[in-house]
């Protein structure tokens, strides 16, 4: 097989939760457990921080591995979903996973893995770790699947755990309230390693001090220890973040909500430091001294890291913005946002899947713009006119369109030069249009 039939085995003779929702997500971590005995425990073989939370686990990921990568590591990264090409989930320095790589990994060990009638998302979790591994990773960024207690990447003991934020995701797999999702998140905590938490709600933080102290993990909060005062969103696209201890700290992300993962970051980075790791490459300097190094690093995310599809601008003239958005707490800040845009008309091309809150998010969608409903080749995706419907009920019109590509056509020939086109919904239809339309 070359890499295209590779990759698409993969997609198709597994159970994959991004293609087939709650019939392709597999609890438990027995298949990870085989597979990482088979290929002899890989993942002690490098140091690790691993990153929970319903939203920014992706952005905080991408932004510590730039950090990392400037500070002198060579730095293992690993996310999902990815957008346009599966390489993305594995990067090495930023360099996504070699081709030939995945293609002997399948080669070579699918007549293990197939009795085990494994996921997708194991065998990926195994080829990264069995991937960072054979290339003498120093340190690896392991974002989480789904969850954290049964993710099947929580069989690493990192030095550094991150849980960013809860909100009501995936309630069909961690429960239906927000303590319940806590719980599930809290079970990446590990005995003795440091917890850091972005934010937290009353009926969260209780849950994690008792898990902390369960695990005997020193717990701290990132908005107890803040670091960032404001960050303001720049014309020509990402922010100006003013820190207490930092100065001005530009960030090539866009979207203010990024503020409250940057100070996770940035408390995360201090810890790190105090914990002796950045002192591997930079002996004696606190975190305060790498100024420049956090400079280059969050200006740098997408030449460092290949990180993509958040608050991305992608044109001017109209300006042209995706956002991976996809659920009710990440759309309450997407939509203030929104609301906040300057332009003579606000074009937006929406898809959403089954799985989340549609009803939510559709209330949470500016009333003052041009729709263009669609849908990206997912099963699990929202008929486009079934959310034509949904947005009618609140007085929002738009037309529908059978393709991300057909939609964004329309919108960008409707669009004059100081209108303004966002593109979002699901990570799906971000990564078919930055696949298909850029």
Known sequence: ???????????????????????GYKPGLDNTLALDEHFEHPHRKFRSIHIAGTNGKGSCSHMISAMLQQCGYKVGLYTSP???????????????????????????????????????FEVTTALAFKY???????????????????????????????????SYDHTQFLGDTLAKIASEKAGIIKKNVPIIIGESLDETRPVFIAKAEEMEA?????EDEREVLSVENNPEGGLTTKTIDLGIIPCELGGTYQEKNINTVLIALKYLAKMGYLADITPGRPIETLTEELKYSLTHITELTGLMGRWQMVKLSPRV????????????????????????QMHIVFGMVNDKDIESVVKLLPANALYYFTRANNSRSIPEETLRLLALQRGIYGATFHTVEE?????????????FIFIGGSNYIVGEFLKKCI
């Not at 070699?98 to 997708?120: G, I, M, R, W």
């Not at 993710?151 to 960013?164: A, G, H, K, M, Y």
């Not at 913005?321 to 003579?344: F, P, R």
């Not at 960008?412 to 209108?419: I, L, S, V």
Request: charged share 25%; hydrophobic share 40%; glycine share 4%.
């Open 1 to 23: 097989m070359n890499y295209q039939e590779t990759t698409e085995y993969l997609f198709n003779q597994m159970p994959m939760f991004e293609r087939q929702g709650a019939e």
């Open 82 to 120: 990815h957008l346009v090409d599966f390489k993305e989930r594995i990067r090495i320095n930023g360099k996504p996973i070699d081709e030939q790589y995945v293609v002997e990994f399948v080669e070579d060990e699918k007549s293990f893995f197939e009795p085990l009638h494994p996921s997708f």
């Open 132 to 166: 960072f591994a054979d290339n003498d990773v120093d340190i690896a960024v392991v974002e989480v699947g789904l969850g954290g207690r049964l993710d099947c990447t929580n069989i690493i003991t990192p030095i550094l755990s991150i849980i960013t934020n809860i």
């Open 218 to 222: 020193p717990i701290h909060f990132a």
């Open 321 to 344: 913005v995706c956002d991976t958005a996809h659920n009710v707490a990440g759309w309450q800040y997407i939509s203030q946002m929104l609301e906040n845009i300057k332009c003579a």
């Open 407 to 419: 939609a964004y056509k329309a919108a960008q020939h409707a669009a004059k030069h100081d209108d």
